[in-house]
C-alpha cells in the first residue's frame, strides 16, 4: 500500500546520496533526511504521539517543515499544516478543531504563542522551529533530532489519515480536509501522467508549504527522489537569485507571484536559464500575464494544474503546448488527469452537455476521506459518488474545463447569470488595472447588482464611467458593472492566493 | 475511485472523435469504442453475467479483444485472458479453475472447442470474435454489439476484482492472479511516472494482450486516449509495415521480438521514423541485442521494465538515458518506479546490504489482491505485507535492480550459488549461439551440475568443449556448464517470451 515512508525508503535507495533539501546554506542529503524524520518520529513518539494523532505546524518554509511533512506519518501521526498568514485567533481556533496536542512553530510566529497557550490548554508539547535557542516552554528541534534514536516508520498507508488541511478561506467557515497517504500519492502519479518531471529536477517551494499546492509538490520531489529547494517567502528577488544560484529547473508559483517576477526588474539580471518549467494554479492566470511570461522566459515551459484541497488537490492539468499566445484554451483550466474523472452536473445531479454551466464534480481516488468531523458536510460533499467541487463551469466538446466561478459567487442579476470570471478578464486586459474583483452587490430589483473592485497600476488613472465603456465594448449590458470600487490597497488574497470575495462583500456592504 | 470504466469514459471526454483502435482496416474512435463496449457488456448482462463473473477471452489480438478489456469490467465481470497458445487441455484446466461459464473465442482457436465443451460443461455462452458467420452454437460479436442496447457501467472499481490472470508458465502450476481496478491502474500511473508517454502517441499492441505486460500497455493507451494499433501476431514484416503506415510512435515488444526485428531484412526497407520508444520486459535482453538496436534505431528511445503478473507488472523502470553502449547499468532492471517500494531479502525476511543476493520483495497499490482460490499460497506470497516475487537478485548502491534466477532456478552446485543469468549471458556472446538456456541438473556428487542448453545460429557449429572454453576465459570454474546440450529446435518459450526451464529440466532428466 502507499504511504509516506515508503515514498522516503524509495527516495533514499535510488539516490541516497543525491541532495534532498537546500535552505540557505543548509543542505541534507536523502539518506540524511531519512534519518532525521526517524529521529523527530522518535521524540514525538516519546511525547505522546501515537497512531492517528495529530501534529500541527505553524512556520513559514523551511526543511525542518518539509522533513515534518514525513516525521509525522512516519510516527503514525497526522500532519495539521496551519495557515501562516492567519490571525492568532483564528490559529487557536484551528487547532482547537484539529485536537492537536503538539505544535511545531517558526520564529515569526512566536508571538501568537500567548494567545494559544491560553486558548488551548491541551497544547502540551511545543517545538521550535527557528535556529536560536528555543525560548521558554519549548523543544528545540535540534536538540530533539539529535537527543532521540531513529525510529521504524509505524506503518500507517493507503487509506489512513495522512493530514488534515484546513480550507474554506475564500467562502464560509474554515474545514477540515482528510487527506490519506493513497489520497496524496496518488495524486503526485496523476500529476506526474500528466506533466512529467525528471527525476533529476531542482524543484523550487517557494509556494506556502502549508497549501495544498505545494504539499503535493513536495510529494513530487519525493516520489522522484529530486532536490527540493526551500525558500521561507516570496520576493522576486529572492526567487530569481535562488534560481540562477541552485540552477532550479520546476518552481510551483500562484499567477500573483508570476505577474511580481515579470514586473520586476530582477528578471533581466540573472540568469534563469536552468529553469524549465512552471507549474501555476490555485487561481487562473490573466491572459495577460501568460503572454508576458511567455515572451519574457521563453525557455520554460507553463503548466496549468486546477483542483482544490479536496482533491489532494489536481484535477486538471493544461499542458505546456497549450500555452501559446493567442489560444482560446488558454482561458480554461486544461482537462482531467489521468485517473480522474470530471463531470459537470445541473442541480439535479445530471451531467450537463457541452457548454453548459453547472457544478464541477470529480471522481478519483485522489478525493478526499471527508471534512473532519463534519459528517453532514462530508456526505453533501461526496454524494452519490462524486467530489461537489463547488466551483462552477462548463466542458467544452474536447474536455476542456472552463471555470466561470464558485457556485456561492456567481451572481444571478435581472435573471440573467454573471460570471465573474469573464468581466474580470475584460477588466484585467485595460492597461491601467493591477488587479480586480467582480462581485454581486444586493440591489432591490435586479436582486444582485455586478460590482467591480480594482487597484490600479502606480501612476495610471481610470475612473469609473471609463472602466464601464472598456466593458461596454466587450460585454453584454448585463455584465457590465454597475457599481465601481477604486481602492489602492492590494485586493484581500487567501494563502493560496485566491481573492477572498466573501471579505470584499463583506467590507461593501457595510 | 479507480475504474477501468472512468478510465474509457475520460478518454471520450478529452479525445471522444480521436482514433481509438486501428486493426487492420478497421478504426475505431474513443467514442465509437465506449458505445460499443456499453453495448457488448449489455449483452454479456443479458446472458446472466453479474458482479464477479468471470468471462474468459482466448484469441490472438485484436480490435474485439480490446473492447472486451473493457467491457467485461463495464458489465461487473471479470476478465479472465487465456494464453492462446496453450493446448486444449491446458486451456480447458484454465478456464476450470476460473469457473467461467462465459467464452469469446477468435477463429484460429474454434479446433479447442470440442475438447472444451465435453471439459466444461458449464460454458454455456460462446462468442465468435472472428469476421464470418459464428459456427453453430456461437453468438457472433458484431451482431451482439448491434442488437443490445448501451447499459450503465456497473460501478465497480477501486478494490473490486477487475482480471484474472493465470501464470506460473516458466515454473510449477498455473495460479490465477487477481487483480483489481486500483492494482491495475495504479500501475499505469506508476508506469507513466517513471517513463512518460504523450497523450498524441500511437501504441502497437503485437505482443499478446493475454499477457499482463500488453495488459498495462492496453491501459496505458486508455488512460492517455492515444490511439492503439492492433496486430494478431508478430512478424518483423507486418511490424515495420505497420509502423510506417501508422506512424507508430510506441511500440511494446519482448525482447526476441527485438532481436527478430534487428535480423530482419525488413527493417531497413521501412520508414520507421515515426518510432520513438521502444518498450521491452518480460525477460532480460541480451546486451549484443540492446548494442544492435541502439545502433539500428537510433531515434528510439529504449525503457526496460521488470515486474510480474502479481504487481500488475511494473515494479522498476530502467529508462532511456540508461540505456547507452556499455553501460554496466544496462544490465541491471533499472530502479523501483515511483509509488513502488523495492527490498531484496534473505531467507529470514531482512533486507540484504547493497549486492547481496536475496529474493526481490515488493510493496506498492499495483500487488495483486492474492491467488484466485489458493489462500495458502496467496499468504505465503503476501506475507509481511510484501509480495514475495520469487525472483533472485541483488541492488546496487544506487537502487539499481539486478537480476540473477528465480528462486527456484538457482543452481546450488557444490556448494556454490551459481546464477544462471550470468553465465547465459556470458554464452550469449559466443557469436555461434542463437539462444541458450542454463538449469542445474541432478548430480550426485555436487547436488546440481550446471547444464547449457544451446540452440546455434543458422551455418554455425560449435561443440560443447569449445562452449566450455569460451566460458572457462570468463567465470570461475563452478559455473562454467559441465553438460552442453545442443538442440536445433528453438527453447520452449511461455506466452511472455521467458524459456520455460522447468520443461527443459524436465526433458533432460529423462
Redo the contacts between chains.
Keep these: 500500500?502507499?504511504s509516506l515512508g515508503?515514498?522516503l525508503?524509495?527516495a533514499v535507495?535510488?539516490?541516497?546520496s543525491g541532495l534532498a533539501t537546500v535552505f540557505g546554506q543548509r543542505r541534507r542529503t536523502w539518506a540524511e533526511l531519512q534519518e532525521r524524520v526517524a529521529r523527530l518520529a522518535g521524540a514525538l513518539a516519546t511525547r505522546g504521539v501515537n497512531a492517528g494523532d495529530r501534529v500541527a505546524v505553524l512556520g513559514l518554509n523551511s526543511d525542518r517543515v518539509y522533513e515534518a511533512l514525513f516525521a509525522v506519518p512516519w510516527a503514525g501521526g497526522v500532519l495539521v499544516p496551519v495557515n501562516s498568514r492567519l490571525a492568532a485567533v483564528e490559529v487557536a481556533a484551528w487547532l482547537g478543531d484539529s485536537g492537536a496536542r503538539v505544535l511545531l512553530v517558526g520564529d515569526e510566529h512566536l508571538p501568537l504563542l500567548s494567545t494559544l497557550r491560553a486558548a488551548l490548554p491541551q497544547l502540551t508539547t511545543l517545538v521550535h522551529l527557528g535556529d536560536g535557542p528555543p525560548p521558554g516552554g519549548l523543544l528545540g528541534y535540534e536538540a530533539l533530532v539529535a537527543s532521540q534514536a531513529p525510529i521504524e516508520d509505524q506503518?500507517r498507508g493507503?487509506d489512513d489519515l495522512a493530514a488534515l488541511l484546513f480550507t474554506g478561506g475564500t467562502t464560509g467557515r474554515s474545514k477540515g480536509v482528510m487527506l490519506s497517504h493513497?489520497n496524496l500519492?496518488?495524486n503526485?502519479?496523476?500529476f506526474?501522467?500528466a506533466a512529467?518531471v525528471p527525476a533529476d529536477s531542482r524543484l523550487l517551494h517557494v509556494a506556502p508549504m502549508f497549501h495544498i499546492a505545494d504539499v503535493l509538490f513536495c510529494l513530487v520531489g519525493a516520489?522522484?527522489a529530486a532536490t527540493n529547494v526551500i525558500l521561507p517567502g516570496f520576493s522576486p528577488a529572492a526567487v530569481c537569485t535562488t534560481i540562477a544560484r541552485e540552477r532550479v529547473s520546476h518552481a510551483l508559483l500562484v499567477p500573483t507571484m508570476v505577474a511580481a517576477l515579470l514586473h520586476s526588474p530582477e528578471l533581466a539580471g540573472h540568469d534563469l536559464s536552468s529553469l524549465r518549467s512552471v507549474l501555476y494554479g490555485a487561481s487562473p492566470m490573466p491572459e495577460a500575464v501568460i503572454a508576458g511570461a511567455l515572451e519574457l522566459l521563453p525557455q520554460v515551459a507553463f503548466v496549468q494544474g486546477y483542483g482544490q484541497t479536496e482533491s489532494a488537490p489536481i484535477l486538471s492539468v493544461l499542458?505546456p503546448a497549450e500555452h501559446r499566445p493567442g489560444n482560446p484554451r488558454l482561458r480554461s483550466a486544461g482537462?482531467?488527469a489521468?485517473?480522474?474523472?470530471?463531470s459537470v452536473r445541473d442541480e439535479a445531479g445530471r451531467p450537463c452537455a457541452p457548454g453548459v454551466v453547472g457544478e464541477i464534480c470529480a471522481?478519483?481516488?485522489n478525493v478526499m476521506l471527508g471534512y473532519w468531523e463534519l459528517p453532514e458536510l462530508s456526505a453533501e460533499t461526496l454524494r452519490d459518488?462524486w467530489l461537489h467541487t463547488g466551483d462552477g463551469g462548463y466542458?467544452d466538446?474536447?474536455?476542456y474545463l472552463y471555470l466561470v466561478d464558485r457556485i456561492k459567487d456567481m451572481i444571478v442579476s435581472g435573471g440573467e447569470n454573471v460570471y465573474s470570471i469573464e468581466v474580470e478578464q475584460v477588466i484585467h486586459a485595460h492597461p491601467a488595472v493591477a488587479e480586480c474583483a467582480v462581485i454581486g452587490l444586493p440591489h432591490d430589483e435586479l436582486v444582485e447588482q455586478v460590482h467591480a473592485v480594482v487597484r490600479l497600476r502606480p501612476g495610471a488613472s481610470l475612473d469609473a464611467e471609463a472602466l464601464r465603456e472598456h466593458c461596454r465594448q466587450q460585454l453584454a449590458g448585463f455584465k457590465c458593472p454597475r457599481g465601481v470600487t477604486i481602492r489602492s490597497e492590494p485586493l484581500p488574497l487567501s494563502g493560496a492566493g485566491k481573492v477572498l470575495k466573501r471579505q470584499l462583500r463583506d467590507e461593501l456592504r457595510r
Tied chains: 1, 2.
Design positions: 500500500m502507499f515508503m515514498t525508503r524509495r535507495q535510488v539516490n541516497g506503518g493507503g493513497r500519492l496518488v503526485v502519479l496523476q506526474l501522467a512529467p516520489s522522484l499542458p482537462r482531467a489521468p485517473g480522474v474523472e470530471l471522481r478519483g481516488e459518488g466542458l466538446e474536447h474536455g
